[in-house]
């Protein structure tokens, strides 16, 4: 995940079907991701999923949803198998690039999604004391260059840091 490879996303996807269901399709993975949301308390009324990518434009998800499934996985016994997923600010995966020159971008771990016209970064803010904070930046629908709503996004994760401390 640290890299954002959407075929790999769903080929995953498929591969969860085959696995509990031994029918590896699109259709049987998405039944999977729809169980498993439930026993994370995200309701289905909180997300429209078509694809295990999330390149589909007919993918809806609320910020709410996002959240709510990053403070269940920090919560669970795979917690740190997840943590190791996720791109750290200045340092790795799509992170590497962002949050140069700033030592709170450090304590970011989050993943990024783009596609035309939507931005978002999800993932834990870490403060002074190693406290997390769940977050998702989700931007969409704007007339704006990329690089500026990258900007936007990436001031408002380095005040979650601060502001968590």
């Known amino acids: 995940d640290k890299v954002s490879q959407n075929l790999h996303a769903e080929l995953v ?18 039944e999977e991701l729809r169980g498993f949301l439930a026993r994370a308390g995200i309701e289905e009324k909180e997300y429209e999923l078509l694809d295990g990518s999330g390149l589909s434009r007919r993918n ?29 600010g200045g340092v790795d995966g799509t992170l590497e690039h962002r ?15 783009t596609v035309a016209h939507v931005s978002a970064l999800s993932g834990y803010a870490e403060g002074i004391a190693g406290e997390p904070l769940a977050f998702a930046i989700l931007v969409n629908n704007y007339h704006a260059e990329d690089s500026e709503i990258r900007r936007i996004i990436d001031r408002i994760s380095v005040l979650l840091v601060k502001g968590n401390r």
């Open 99 to 113: 949050f140069q020159g700033t030592p709170e971008g450090r304590r970011i771990r989050a993943k990024t999604g």
């Open 13 to 30: 996807l498929r591969e969860v079907g085959r696995a509990r269901r031994n029918v590896g399709s699109r259709e049987a993975g998405l």
């Open 60 to 88: 809806l998800v609320s910020a709410a949803a996002v959240t709510k499934l990053l403070a269940h996985m920090y919560g669970s016994k795979h917690r740190e198998e997840w943590l190791s997923l996720l791109p750290v």
